[in-house]
């Protein structure tokens, strides 16, 4: 027996080590994570902070000063840009090692190396739809540019400094709860970086869903229902502006399409996505007699956050914004002479082609009357703590077939979009160099230098806003467009017809852009880029209207404007959609057949003031009361599992609302009766409340719109307690404040130009990746409530500032 328990307690002691310091499933090794030596504990920071410290390193020319503001934000001031971008990769890593490797990890597929074999299909998604085809294609772009081959070798090597400085005991904390450790940073990571954004922001395509819809209803009920220009609208570029160019011929319209929409066949409203907004007034608008800029990217929120504030200097820049981590330079920002922001412009550059191969082996594809060989690609997919998989993408001249059968096709949200046996045609597959548009930027003194800069720029397009000290004001919706006719896109393609492809691209002189318009701004917020007069096709649906109308009118209407007044006007949360239908809605409603919490409700809403503040339950009525009555009216007929199908637009919604109350669209096929809009309005609206009664009991604190909305910053990898905590704060996706719960205004930035450039910013989070750090996330609660950071915007090292806390010298 004694034999037996010391057997025992020798094998409960072994086992006991080896869960302790092996990872099991989701949880950590946790003797290693509750180490007093390498654990958790050797991530704790505290809030003061050494006032001056000098590192040596490796690879620097000469000496570099690194000033650290009250919110951490490293000025780095060099002699050379080598050593410039060299320190901002070395200090970048050393704030957000983790979420720069998790990040690249997740654009090239290769989260399974980490987390196992759940993440198998999103890194087989990721590895098929071209992530790393097309890094490898930008990097190329990029190398072959002398001073971007310089920008990011110097910016990786400072990466890998940092990197060689870490041992186990002072890896960032994730790494530790995840259990896997840091590896060298490469060139091709900072291009994958840059790829991912191109995939949130123009990754996306309606072709399956619209050609799902034409084939259903045929193609008049698309034409009135999904229109390629909205009932309501306020481009970006005004009506009416006379385009300073002659453009090239189009492609014709092949035979193909023009069948397609022609005959009669026998046989969601799109959700809001990623929104931003971005503006310039002129001198003459302002109170100082120069212009204010001001821009913020709505994109989804995450800790740490998805920017890094950087300031760098050397003899020939002196630049301050926004980096991306993981790439050099500044994004959005500003330098002593012109400001810049930008803006998500949506337009049409991701295509499917139906492929025809030759036979099951698919070696070959019927294209142009002939068939053609495809290209395989072979992708490795390494899985921790199994089997590593080899998967094979075949390639056409489109791009890659993303999924040749309904069985390699997941179920999951993400492969939703993708129709089978199709190929992809991507701009983000070709070759470019996105980031020298920033590199001159960052550099530019007047509007030329802005002009020339973005003539570099592909993908993701974006509406670049512009600001100078030369009172100069712009706006362009500026990208790599190609020249297609229109519609073309709009469906899936036939992809052995030559003339379905693209035949080249818009002149980059001929994007659409405005200067110095009389009125006295630019602005954009994601609607269409021009009016119906612009002569080629960049997209046939945008954003809807409501924010930048909003913003134009606010505009419009202001004079002496300030920073604060910028700033407030980025904080409004005011509903043009309210503004357009609640009177109707309210007229509708029979209001002798609602019970006693309905009445109650219904007094709150028909007072509501319109505005989406946190603490308005007006708002979160009509909120949800819109959403119901739309899908009573479209559920229907385009909801449902088989096939695909989306909604019409808000646009369209709103335009059966007003003026189209006896549209067939409003009955209810499934039920004998024949709805009415006053029926659907008045089911709608009692289904919200009884909805909200029984979520949240009779009306009161906990119908307040700011806890109904539940805003949120999760941690990027979403580990829990590592999140912000619930933001009681308003705005909404329709508001110029465009906040849902987890995805918002991602920097605020006003910048005011003149002699002495004066600039204000912040982000929902902080500058360090280290969630036991005082800084993961000292700015949330000054964004949440609306307000700005001055930053501290330094001439020289030598400078005197109160808010400069701490210094850090690299000598090489």
Known sequence: MKIFRVLFTFILSAAAFYALNNKQGVIPPLGKFLSPYQGYLQNAERKKVTAEATLQIDGLTSEVTILYDNNMVPHIFAQNDHDAYYAQGYVTAKDRLWQ????????????????????????????????????????????????????????????????????????????KILDYKPEPWTNLKCALLLKQMTATLAGSSEDFYMTNILRKYGPQVVKDLFRDYPFREDPIIPVGTQWAFNPIKAPEVPQSFIAQMTDTLTAQEKIEGIGSNNWAVSGKKTATGMPILANDPHLDLTLPSIWYQVQLVTPQLNVYGVSLPGAPGVIVGFNRDVSWGVTNVDADVLDFYQIKFKDNKKNEYWWNNRWNPVKKRIETIAVRDGKTITDTVIYTHHGPVVYVENAQKPGASFAEQVPVGHAMRWVAHDESDELATFYTLNRAKNYADYREALTHYSAPAQNFVFASNQNDIAITPNGKFPLKWKEQGKFVMDGTDPANDWQGWIPANQNPTIKNPERGFVSSANQSSTDTSYPYYLNWEFAPYERAARINRRLSEMTKITVDSMRLLQYDNYSVNAENILPTLISLVDQHKLDTEQKKAFDVVSQWNKFYNATEIGATIFDLWYLNLRDAIWADDFGGQEPLMRYPSRDRTVEIILHEQNSKWIDNVNTSKKETLTDLVNQSFKSTIDSLTHQNGAQGKKWEWGYIKNTTVPHLAKINGFGSKHLFNGGSKGSIDAMNQHNGPSWRMVVQLGQKVKAYGVYPGGQSGNPGSYYYDNMINTWSEGKLNELVFLQNAGEADSRIISKLKLKK
Not at 106 to 129: C, T
Not at 144 to 173: M, Q
């Open 100 to 175: 720069m490797d998790f990040q690249t990890r997740f654009a090239s597929g290769r989260i399974s190396e980490v987390i196992g074999g759940r993440a198998i299909e999103l890194d087989r998604y990721k590895r098929r739809i071209g992530m790393g085809y097309g890094a490898e294609h930008s990097l190329k772009g990029m190398m072959k540019d002398p001073k971007i081959k310089a920008e990011v070798e110097a910016y990786t090597e400072g990466i890998n400094a940092y990197i060689k400085s870490l041992n186990r005991n002072t890896y960032p904390l994730e790494f």
